[in-house]
């Protein structure tokens, strides 16, 4: 994996850091996070890590979760040496309007067509920003010790749906590999990630589950506030409610649509690898890759979906003709 000098460099350079993730953030925003935080402080330096959004409870087994910040760290000593942007490219996705940092860095494996930032290391094609981050760790010759290990390979574990998708390449295998070697016990992980799954939690699922509706092959998946009403859930209990409705014989794309506010919706769309999501969540505020996308949209529960399914129907007609 080519690591651009500038980042490398920048990164040795600086005392104090500051690393950001995205909105939401999952087992590779988190992952990825702690493991360059610890891997930096064993180098000497004093590092920051911020969140948007608190970490979901099922990530709080990762070591150092709590040290997650939703504040902005004071700045008035001056602004730290390097901000190091993870797991997404651009300040939009990071909820805060501006970020301290005299060098801007950007770690990310997100498709986007942003410039924000010094220095960009994107690579699409590379299953997390945990791999990336694995790499860079060894490239920095910083230490990787069991705890760093567990949140690298939680982030690439969760992010390559347990090296289930086409994103799992041979590399993210082998970096798996070391990782288990330096201490991770892969049961453990997948335990906490896959089979936690509390009895509220477990109870909003087969709610949502009765309800899937079919418009061909595309299965969509809602969750109301209702819904949270009467299971005693909230919006931290839907994760992957997508992959739920892709997981159905003969479905192509599921879209898991989850109220965010009497007349708002976040729209979560899942392909399995012939339909480009991507595209469409671009034409709804949105973004990711080609078989995970998403965005958000406006209406009634009802003009979303119909919207949502039509755009779907007619990025399939274009593509084929
Ligand atoms: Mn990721």
């Not at 049961?187 to 509220?200: G, K, Q």
């Not at 109870?203 to 819904?227: E, K, P, S």
């Not at 109220?259 to 949105?286: C, D, H, L, W, Y």
């Amino acid at each position: 994996m080519k690591i651009p000098d500038a980042l490398t460099g920048a990164i040795r350079q600086a005392q104090s850091v500051l690393l950001v993730a995205h909105v939401s953030p999952d087992g590779d925003a988190l992952g990825s996070s702690l493991a360059l935080a610890r891997a930096l402080r064993g180098m000497g330096k004093s590092v920051s890590i911020l969140d948007k959004d608190a970490v979901p409870r099922i990530y709080r087994f990762l070591p150092g979760w709590e040290a997650v910040s939703a504040e902005l760290p004071d700045v008035s000593g001056g602004e730290p040496d390097a901000l190091v942007l993870l797991d997404c490219g651009e300040l939009e996705r990071t909820g805060f309007k501006s970020l301290p940092g005299r060098v801007k860095l950007v770690v990310d494996h997100h498709l986007t067509e942003r410039s924000y930032g010094d220095v960009r290391w994107v690579l699409p094609t590379v299953s997390s920003t945990g791999e990336m981050v694995y790499n860079l760790i060894r490239a920095l010759g910083a230490e990787i010790d069991a705890k760093t290990a567990l949140c690298l390979y939680t982030a690439i574990f969760t992010d390559t749906g347990g090296f289930r998708y086409s994103s799992s390449t041979p590399s993210s295998f082998r970096a798996a590999a070391d990782l288990v070697e330096l201490g991770v016990k892969p049961w453990s992980i997948t335990e906490n990630v896959y089979e936690s799954i509390s009895p509220a939690r477990m109870r909003l699922m087969g709610m949502a589950i009765n309800g899937i509706r079919f418009h061909d092959d595309v299965a969509v998946i809602v969750v109301t506030h209702d819904m949270y009403r009467e299971t005693g859930t909230t919006d931290e209990d839907t994760e992957n409610f997508a992959n739920l409705a892709r997981s159905i014989q003969g479905v192509e794309v599921a879209v898991f649509i989850r109220q965010t506010g009497p007349e708002s919706f976040k729209v979560s769309m899942r392909s399995k690898g012939r339909v480009n999501v991507a595209a469409i969540a671009e034409t709804i505020r949105g973004g990711g890759h080609h078989n995970a996308a998403g965005g958000k949209m406006d209406g009634t529960l009802a003009e979303v979906e119909e919207r949502i399914v039509v755009a779907l129907k007619n990025a399939r007609r274009d593509s084929q003709s």
